[in-house]
């Protein structure tokens, strides 16, 4: 016989909290500890707890670990501590001139208040399939440097994801940092956009798509698009590269290039959006999109 | 567990035990019974708790106090001065910015937390510096107006070497 | 301040017109207020955490709250074996053989129904000794929509109505079947408006204490009114009314109609306060207020014109069918009957049908959402008549004015019995064509459609009822039954304000308003202070309703934009006759005649002897210190005056069902312009103007502000609110994330005229204003999208018309298109 209520609820469950002041510490208190779990800025963990949907007996705080929230430069690449915010992340020079779209995905997570918060080891982590980091990491393929109190390991970006909120991760884990290598280009034009669609601004999206896109010559170099949101984790669509590759960067091109692409059938279907929309919704974005990046590229925006 | 912490809030120290569960809202409420910060949603979805916290708008709804240990915040009741209201507030009156005020106090200090960051924004900055506080009212057109007009009172008082300060504050409730 | 404390010359009506800042604001901008949530609780006050139905319909078998009740802390859970020991169902308007308690009895009939309610030392505990309550239930089919509901064999909601239709009726004014023979051409139109709400941003909140030493139960609610509701609740509670006293703040934030709703919590929460003896506090969190607390009704409406060769409306008939959720529950079944009296709008038409069908399903139950039932009407008839428009070749406006009452007609009587005070709606519609720009606008409109965009144009028109006539539910009860010398007809709808001058001159006005945020203090200061000649600042007023110490009537309350024509009213009395008690106080003292003082710069003049004055501070202290003076000795000279307005056309039903609702009928019309995205659906509104006749404004601000609010909530409701849930009645869209709330991101600025006519029926000749949005707004964006859509021939029948609905009823018919168009991103 069917059993259960439903309870609305504001306040989390008990647990106990413990303040991490460095990665090993962090990573022993996992290692010891039963139930603990990670917390940063806690913008979803914490949503969560007060819905009694999450209930560590442990929250091992790593937001206040000198460091771990820095972006430092590693040869023409990036690193990004775990605990960066998306509000210093979307404001950073650095990353603005080498990864600009990561601070467009960055700029557009949540609201201000959130971003302030919210990290983006948080929020990998948490793997929410509507995010907007997974599609631009994976685009950019970003690799997540992992340690626990006995191991360290490297995990490709599209690698990671496994599925909604559920990464390869394990419970005495954490994601240190971003890593961003910036390959080195001549004679071509990069351009980059990302994009989300959503009812309302400050709310995940039903759709998003993150573009890059190499030009020489007036002609596709390279196409890379992540689809992200309408499906359980994002997905790189090599198809458009094929088709793209080698043609000339003209609107007539990617729209026919974004009405032929397969999205297979494990797309995201519920009350806001059903498949059939979201997959319409992801051919226009695909489309616009890369059109933004092309004109990034060659400077007409 | 229970934890001792002590938090500044509009200047003054404040010094706790409190259970590590309490979030940083409750504690600005219950604790320090500042009662302007509200509640308006159980997902962090409204914004009505929004304080600035170490100059930053944050949602005090998602933020255990334990995690605001030697933090500094600021509430709506920290924006007057003894000298008067802040230019927000005497603008937010002026041009009718404020209808039943349950979500005032919160839009109130993301706009604060705006223009120190960014004291000449375009009305484009404000829309979006507001996107974390709802209005169900849905008196946008005046609260982004009366923003506006708050950063225009603040610069011009700059220029003279004033303290841009209300002159209602004799009148305050 | 005082009386006397004003610098300048005030004379009658200074502060009247005048865009005044809000004294709420000092505290509200300053985090002073206090909210429901903000005040101090009785000492020993106990937490309550509501535990809710997981199944739309299922039957409660065993309730296991052993666990629960062990942890430290915890006070009582109960459950309705408890409750309904200190409790009788709630009263319903409809008659039936349905009891409705606000806690779930046998059985749940809608996901989200009260189940028990743990009480604790703190929320907290309360809340870990809830997820220890296991409930054992069984599953019953369920019936979550309307065309479900009245499916043959269909399970019924409640079993003992045996249907799922709970109410009926036709009701036929004129001769409809005439007008539908000598008709021309009849047009018809068939829309659905989905199940909403206009969420507020302060949720429920009721704290009950029950005082065993007086045997009173007092309760401090953000309820709204009206207070025929407290008596609902007393009655519930088997308490007589000088048992059981209601506190409402005079803080409210925002309700919107839905905080009447509050009223089932507190029949809840006081039974809980009086079977434990421990005060008890509930705050609703914010799913609870989506799954628990109230809905808009869901709608089907067919509507059907008999149109004359010249396009004249000769009749109109209508078939509505309501889903009002899982119980019928006062003031249902308002939804309709709110309108049957002004059911045709600004129009003229004599013959009128319409028929009503309720319907219970399990679903949330509803309750007045901003603009009660009006959207719900608006929007069918204005689609019909654009489509009369249509049809007959003629100007939507043209059409609409040729049909409209006239100035000469005024005050004009509804064929189904709505008595219309004033209005000049042809030069309203003037008005809003110069406000809007019309011939611009349909000159961009060609310009845009020319580049190949999807852009219409759209108007609405509608009357703003104000004040609800507690008549109009006698409509529920069968004549018989209304013929027998043992009913009781109900009519009215009154507004009190008291207004006090006290010893040292302080003046103090208290109304029964509940506001939440429609600024009555400043309004009531304005006026108060005009007629005494004071500053606002000078007047203390205070607004939210204290059953025990306001003359309050069931009426009371703030709901169906009451406040611009009763509210201001009973002030504005109040102040003339306080002003004349000090008249003929300093008439006495100065012995000269009653009409020859002048209040002047707080001071009472002889007209004809200007040597002769007192200050009004003099005036006052002798009232107080010396009424037995020889001049003041044998008259009442008492500086306190309640006055209590009430406008007279507000009388009972007939018994061939005509009655009026309202007290006064503003008017609206709206025109809006909007782009629909060939890619995705999306709508952006391009232009949305609105001309109000709302007799006149006391504060122009606040009028504005308030419409301001109105309108964009209107898009919101049109292009996106509905309550969904799936086929097992499971709501889904229940949080700020997922119901679609706008943002500063996505807001629009309306633009707005003033086309006033002053009612005869007020002393200042105001009405209500500021639903008028939420009724028009969502008419007007409809047939501007089905004007962006012309080539599709598009028929929207569905509210709300969201992007999607856009794309797959029209857009997908067509290719991908101008996908890789200039717009870079998507709104």
Redesign the interface.
Same mark, same amino acid.
């Given at each position: 016989m069917p059993r259960g209520v439903t309870l609305y609820t504001l306040t989390p469950p008990k647990f106990d909290y413990k303040r991490a002041s460095s990665v090993e510490e962090a990573c022993k208190l996992l290692a010891t500890t039963d139930g603990a779990k990670v917390i940063a800025g806690g913008q979803s963990l914490l949503v969560a707890m007060r819905l009694r949907l999450a209930s560590p007996a442990v929250l091992v705080d790593i937001g206040h670990i000198s460091d771990l929230g820095n972006i430092s430069e590693e040869g023409m690449g990036l690193n990004i501590g775990a605990t960066c915010t998306h509000s210093k992340l979307a404001r950073s020079k650095e990353v603005m001139e080498r990864f600009p779209i990561l601070c467009e995905a960055a700029a557009r997570v949540g609201d201000e208040q959130v971003r302030n918060r919210g990290t983006i080891g948080g929020s990998i982590s948490h793997a929410d399939p509507a995010g907007n980091y997974a599609p631009v990491l994976t685009a950019l393929n970003a690799k997540f440097a992992v340690v626990s109190a006995s191991n360290r390991r490297t995990i490709a970006a599209s690698n990671f994801f496994e599925g909604p909120y559920t990464t390869v991760l394990n419970g005495d884990e954490l994601v240190e940092k971003v890593v961003l290598e910036k390959k080195l280009s001549s004679g071509t034009k990069e351009g980059h956009s990302f994009m989300k669609f959503s009812t309302m601004p400050q709310e995940f999206a039903t759709v998003n798509v993150a573009s890059v896109v190499a030009i020489k010559d007036g002609k596709f170099e390279e196409v890379t698009v992540a689809l992200g949101a309408l499906l359980p984790k994002p997905r790189i669509m090599p198809e458009l590269g094929e088709s793209l590759i080698g043609k000339a960067t003209t609107a007539e091109n990617i729209r026919q290039a974004s009405q032929k692409l397969q999205l297979g059938s494990e797309i995201i279907s519920d009350y806001k959006a059903s498949a059939q929309y979201r997959t319409h919704i992801a051919k226009v974005l695909v489309a616009r999109s890369l059109l933004t990046a092309v004109n990034r590229a060659t400077g007409a925006e | 567990?229970n934890?001792s912490i002590d938090i500044k809030i509009n200047g003054k120290n404040y010094s706790d035990v409190v259970?590590?569960?309490l979030?940083l809202v409750n504690y600005i409420?219950d604790v320090a019974g *500042?009662?302007?910060?509200?509640?308006?949603?159980?997902?962090?979805? !409204? $914004?009505?708790c =929004?304080i600035v916290m170490n100059g930053?708008?944050?949602?005090s709804?998602?933020?255990?106090a334990?995690?605001a240990?030697g933090a500094s915040v600021e509430?709506?009741?920290g924006?007057?001065s003894e000298t008067g209201?802040h230019p *927000?507030?005497v603008s937010?009156?002026?041009n009718?910015?404020?209808? !039943? $005020?349950?979500? =005032?106090?919160g839009i109130?200090m993301?706009a604060l937390?705006?223009l120190r960051n960014n004291p000449e924004p375009s009305p484009e900055d404000?829309?979006?510096?507001?996107?974390?506080?709802?209005?169900?009212?849905?008196?946008?057109?005046?609260?982004?107006k009366a923003i506006e007009e708050a950063s225009l009172v603040i610069r011009a008082s700059k220029d003279l070497g004033r303290e841009p300060r209300g002159k209602?504050n004799e009148?305050?409730? | 301040m005082t009386i006397q404390s004003s610098q300048e010359k005030r004379t009658e009506q200074t502060y009247v017109g005048v865009a005044y800042p809000r004294l709420e604001d000092l505290r509200l901008t300053t985090g002073k207020a206090k909210f429901l949530d903000d005040l101090s609780v009785p000492p020993g006050t106990h937490y309550a955490v509501i535990l809710r139905s997981p199944y739309a319909h299922a039957k409660i078998k065993r309730i296991d709250a052993e666990d629960a009740i062990k942890v430290p802390g915890v006070r009582a859970v109960l459950t309705a074996v408890e409750l309904l020991s200190v409790m009788d169902p709630l009263p319903l308007a409809l008659r039936s053989p349905i009891r409705y308690y606000p806690i779930a009895t046998d059985r749940a009939r809608y996901a989200g129904e009260p189940v028990a309610v743990v009480i604790a030392r703190t929320r907290a505990i309360a809340e870990d000794a809830a997820s220890k309550v296991n409930v054992d239930y069984e599953p019953l089919e369920v019936v979550a929509d309307i065309e479900k509901a009245l499916a043959q064999g269909a399970p019924n909601v409640h079993e003992a109505v045996g249907s799922n239709t709970v109410w009926k009726k036709t009701f036929s004014y004129g001769d409809v079947g005439n007008a539908f023979e000598q008709a021309v051409k009849v047009v018809s139109v068939d829309v659905r408006v989905n199940g909403y709400t206009v969420p507020p941003m302060e949720t429920f909140g009721v704290v009950a204490e029950y005082d065993r030493g007086s045997d009173v139960l007092t309760e401090w609610c953000n309820f709204i009114g009206p207070f025929t509701m407290a008596y609902v609740v007393a009655k519930a509670l088997r308490l007589s009314q000088d048992r059981f006293r209601v506190i409402v703040p005079g803080d409210i934030g925002g309700s919107f109609g839905t905080k009447l709703a509050v009223y089932p919590y507190m029949a809840l929460i006081g039974a809980c306060s009086i079977f434990t003896g421990v005060p008890v506090k509930w705050i609703e969190t914010r799913m609870e207020h989506f799954v628990g607390s109230t809905r808009a009704a869901t709608r089907l409406s067919h509507l059907e014109m008999a149109l004359s060769a010249d396009g004249e409306f000769l009749g109109l008939k209508a078939r509505i069918t309501d889903d009002i959720g899982a119980y019928p529950r006062s003031p249902e079944p308002g939804h309709l009957l709110k309108s049957v009296s002004n059911f045709t709008g600004p129009y003229k038409i004599a013959n009128l049908e319409i028929s009503g069908e309720y319907v219970t399903t399990n679903t949330l139950p509803t309750s007045p959402i901003r603009a009660f039932g009006r959207p719900h009407l608006c929007i069918p008839l204005e689609k019909l008549v654009d489509k009369c428009a249509k049809i007959t070749g003629t100007d939507p406006l043209e059409l609409r004015k040729r049909n409209f009452i006239q100035p000469r007609d005024f005050p004009y009587t509804t064929a189904s019995g709505g008595v219309y005070d004033s209005g000049d709606y042809g030069a309203a519609i003037e008005k809003l064509k110069q406000i809007f720009d019309l011939d611009g606008a349909r000159a961009d409109i060609l310009e845009k459609r020319r580049e190949g965009r999807l852009v219409g144009l759209g108007f609405a028109v509608g009357i703003e009822p104000s004040v609800s006539n507690m008549a109009y539910l006698d409509l529920a009860i069968p004549e018989e039954e209304r013929q027998k010398a043992t009913f009781m007809p109900h009519s009215g709808g009154q507004h009190s304000a008291t207004l006090k001058i006290e010893p040292d001159g302080h003046i103090v006005a208290r109304l029964d308003s509940c506001p939440q945020g429609q600024g009555h203090e400043t309004v009531a200061a304005q006026l108060v202070a005009s007629v005494l000649g004071v500053n606002p600042e000078d007047v203390r007023v205070l607004t939210g309703v204290d059953t025990f110490n306001v003359s309050w009537s069931i009426s009371s309350g703030t709901y169906a934009s009451r406040f611009g024509s009763l509210g201001i009213s009973a002030v504005y009395s109040a102040a003339l006759d306080m002003r004349k008690k000090l008249t003929e106080a300093a008439s006495k003292l100065l012995g000269v005649s009653a009409d020859d003082i002048v209040m002047e710069n707080g001071v009472l003049f002889s007209k004809s002897r200007r040597d002769l004055k007192i200050s009004s501070k003099r005036l006052v202290g002798t009232v107080y210190w010396n009424p037995g003076s020889d001049a003041l000795k044998g008259g009442d000279h008492t500086l306190s005056v309640t006055r209590t307005f009430n406008v007279e056309t507000l009388g009972p039903a007939t018994l061939d069902n005509k009655v009026n609702a309202s007290a006064t009928y503003g008017f609206i019309g709206t025109a809006a312009a909007v782009e629909v995205d060939r890619d995705t659906g999306s709508v952006s509104i391009l232009k949305y103007a609105s001309v109000h006749d709302s007799g006149g404004s006391v504060n122009p601000g606040i009028v504005e502000q308030l419409c301001v609010g109105a309108a964009n909530q209107a898009a919101s409701h049109a292009l996106h609110q509905e309550l969904i849930h799936d086929d097992r009645g499971q709501p889904l869209n229940i949080t700020f994330g997922d119901y679609y709330v706008r943002t500063a991101e996505d807001f629009f600025t309306p633009i707005f005229g003033s086309a006033a006519k002053k009612s005869p029926f007020t002393p200042l000749g105001t009405k209500g204003v500021s639903e008028g949005d939420n009724m028009t707004g969502p008419a007007a964006l409809l047939i501007a999208i089905q004007d962006a859509l012309y080539e599709y021939n598009a028929d929207i029948d569905t509210v709300p018309f969201t992007a999607e609905r856009i794309w797959s009823r029209f857009l997908s018919k067509n290719n991908l298109g101008e996908s890789a168009s200039s717009r870079s991103d998507v709104a």
């Open positions: - | 567990m934890r259970e590590d569960r979030l409420r *500042l009662t302007g910060t509200h509640m308006g949603c159980d997902t962090g979805h !409204c $914004g009505a =929004t930053e708008a944050v949602k709804c998602l933020i255990l334990v995690q240990e509430t709506v009741e924006l007057a209201l *927000l507030q937010f009156r002026r009718f910015a404020v209808q !039943c $005020g349950f979500c =005032t106090a109130l993301s937390a705006l404000i829309s979006k510096a507001l996107t974390g506080n709802i209005c169900r009212c849905e008196g946008y057109p005046n609260i982004v209602e009148k305050e409730g | -």
